[in-house]
């Protein structure tokens, strides 16, 4: 009995270890950002999420829909997630805030 045990005990560890160590890689920016994301969204993404593309600019009512007023004009985080060269609407932008790391927005697709 003891061994059985011992036995399931270290299959639980290696498991709970497999699934921990695909989100360990990921930049946590990036995971807010997909996470965020809808079934449908992340349906489209082409290749591996974890790469997608991180730069700070400044996010505003122009260049996407923000859910928070407050980063208006202001620099944030913008993850852009590849759809595809031939996708006709264009990548996913999706704005986090630098202070909190939360989801603030997303850009305008076509």
């Not at 950002?33 to 969204?41: G, V």
Request: glycine share 8%; aromatic share 10%; with cysteine.
């Amino acid at each position: 009995m003891r061994k059985v045990l011992m036995a399931i005990a270290i299959i639980s560890f290696f498991i709970s270890g497999c699934s921990l160590e695909e989100d360990q890689d990921a930049n946590p920016v990036i995971k807010t950002a997909y996470d965020s994301l809808s079934r449908s969204e992340k349906s489209e993404i082409k290749g591996d999420w974890k790469k997608a593309i991180l730069k700070e600019a400044t996010v505003s009512n122009h260049t996407g829909v923000l859910t928070n007023q407050h980063y208006d004009g202001k620099e944030a985080y913008i993850i852009i997630f590849y759809t595809g060269d031939n996708h006709s609407i264009g990548d996913i932008d999706v704005y986090v805030s630098k202070d909190k790391l939360k989801v603030i927005g997303k850009g305008y697709r076509d």
